[in-house]
């Protein structure tokens, strides 16, 4: 997986702060924001939860090597 990106359309990508998540009939959808763009969703999200930190693991060897 890699960092997660600001969702907002129509900006440059950049690094996502926080994910946002919405409880819809169709299920649950999950967005990337970041700590700015957070404050514009059109409808307030059930759940805000804070991204502190990202580290991207090392690749796990196969059994071929």
Known sequence: MKRPRCEKKGTVPHPATYG?????LSGRVTKFFCGEHSKDVSRKPDH????????EEPKAAT???
């Not at 805000?48 to 580290?55: N, Q």
């Open 20 to 24: 946002l998540t919405w409880d819809l």
């Open 48 to 55: 805000i939860a804070e991204l502190i930190d990202y580290v």
């Open 63 to 65: 059994e071929e090597e």
